[in-house]
């Protein structure tokens, strides 16, 4: 990547100015977790098939002939082979909520990559412009800027368009489940990692978009994805 691209990229996530991002002092909205807690959450994916998700690959016409490769379901779990390279996604658009989700990798098959995308917007293409919350074995929380995506990230911990977590990686074993607890209030994210909160970002844009999971090489399990919404 050229010079000028850096500098463009870097405009758009960790080096632009503001305070500094603390992911130890968690700053929600006034009353945005009294109105969290009257909502209810709403399973995201339905524990049987595809209903309500859309398969989007890079490079292949699969999906636009209704193949769900590398996608699959067995016994509650969602499955993804990770070849071909892409992502399923949400029909529907969120723009703030909480968001859960339950992941591991086979320990027969080792670990690999993944990631949760969330706000996408604009058409399907790997990658879609959106924020990434990473899912790299022992790079849960690490967040990735897709497309330029409007964000402020804390730069100390930020090249270029990733941002590391804070915090040593706290993924369990190749072969238990971990869970991502994802909130994106309005402008604020924070990314949970097995209960701890690994990173935070501000200033990202305020946009109605999908929600996906990436298919990126590697075998990956995916269950209990559910959604809450914020006002």
């Not at 967040?143 to 915090?167: D, L, Q, Y």
Request: charge should be negative; include cysteine; glycine fraction near 10%.
């Amino acid at each position: 990547m050229n010079i000028v691209a850096v500098v463009a990229i870097a405009s758009a996530i960790g080096a632009q100015s503001g305070p500094p991002i603390s992911a130890t002092t968690p700053k929600p909205p006034a009353n945005s977790s009294q109105d969290a807690a009257k909502a209810e959450w709403i399973p995201l994916w339905n524990g049987k098939n595809l209903d309500g998700w859309k398969v989007a690959l890079g490079g292949a016409d699969d999906a636009a002939h209704g193949s769900t490769k590398p996608w699959s379901v067995h016994d509650g779990v969602l499955v993804c082979d990770g070849s071909p390279v892409g992502y399923i996604r949400t029909v529907a658009d969120y723009t703030n909520f909480e968001l859960e989700i339950e992941w591991r990798f086979d320990p027969k098959l080792g670990p690999g990559n993944s990631g949760v995308l969330l706000r996408i917007v604009g058409p399907d293409q790997v990658w879609p412009k959106s924020i990434e919350a990473q899912l790299e074995s022992r790079s849960a929380g690490d967040i990735w800027n897709i497309g330029e995506f409007p964000m402020r990230a804390e730069p100390s911990r930020t090249e270029g368009r990733h941002t590391t977590k804070v915090n040593p990686t706290n993924e369990k074993p190749l072969g238990e489940w971990n869970k991502y607890a994802i909130r994106l209030d309005h402008g604020r994210l924070e990314l949970r990692v097995n209960g701890e909160l690994q990173n935070v970002a501000e200033a990202c844009e305020v946009v109605a978009g999908k929600i996906g999971l990436q298919s990126e090489g590697a075998h990956i399990e995916f269950r209990n994805i559910r959604i809450r919404p914020l006002p």
